[in-house]
């Protein structure tokens, strides 16, 4: 039972434009959310996070905001450079210091130029 | 900084026959992270360590799976007897303390299993 579900397993974008990334969870207790990026032949890298206490948090080009009422958030990549193409993972967790990531199946952004 | 490294990059094998794979943490780190990548459940924690003990292996599949880390520098990752539906990959991250965004991920394992 994925308790991190992103829905859309790929997203293509023009070079510039905006990427909106989704990601929702079912689990009530999550209130620690992070985005990894992967590209080929490397292991996942940490990009933003945003807690539960917060609905936005802002790093340059990447905006990851949290809807808690929905269950949803979602990364927002403006502009969009080729470079950006890759795996993006979503990612939840429990506040405490043992608690474990429980990650998304991933969506590959490529982004044209 | 070397990151952490994994061996093999790539491992073929046979069904049934016994597999292991290594990780070697950031020097100075006490956490560490084996996961498993595959294309139905995404990126699965199986187990993690800190300070070189296990603190939650909830996520091991299955008997067959068992991993050790003898010292703060080296942790392996078992199979035996591999299956055909072990075929994933396998990542190892490190990181210092239990916080969540500074965990480093290694270029991950990939196994096939025949």
């Known amino acids: 039972d994925q308790q991190v579900k992103q829905n859309s397993p790929s997203l293509s974008v023009q070079e510039g434009r905006i990427s909106i990334l989704n990601c929702d969870y079912t689990n009530s207790m999550f209130d620690y959310f992070l985005w990894y990026k992967k590209y080929p032949a490397e292991g996942p890298t940490f990009l933003i996070s945003i807690s539960s206490i917060k609905d936005k948090n802002e790093d340059g080009r990447f905006t990851v905001f949290l809807n808690k009422s929905a269950k949803h958030l979602s990364l927002h990549i403006v502009p969009s450079q080729p470079g950006d193409s890759a795996v993006y993972f979503c990612?939840?967790?429990?506040?405490?210091?043992?608690?474990?990531?429980?990650f998304g199946k991933g969506i590959t952004l490529s982004v044209r130029p | 900084d070397a990151g952490v490294i994994q061996s093999p990059r790539h491992e073929v094998t046979e069904m049934g026959q016994e597999v292991t794979l290594r990780c070697k943490p950031i020097s100075g780190h006490n956490s560490l992270f084996w996961y498993r990548q595959t294309m139905m459940r995404g990126l699965e924690l199986l187990i993690y360590?800190?300070?070189?003990?296990?603190?939650?292996d909830s996520g091991m599949p299955e008997d067959r799976f068992s991993a050790k880390m003898p010292n703060a520098s080296f942790s392996t990752l078992k199979i035996q007897p591999s299956e055909p539906r072990d075929s994933a990959v396998y990542f190892c991250?490190?990181?210092?303390?239990?916080?969540?965004?500074?965990?480093?991920f290694g270029p991950g394992t990939r196994l096939l299993v025949l």
């Open positions: 360590f800190n300070n070189n003990v296990p603190i939650d």
């Open positions: 990612a939840a967790s429990e506040t405490g210091a043992n608690s474990k990531l429980t």
């Open positions: 991250a490190s990181s210092l303390g239990l916080k969540k965004e500074t965990q480093y």
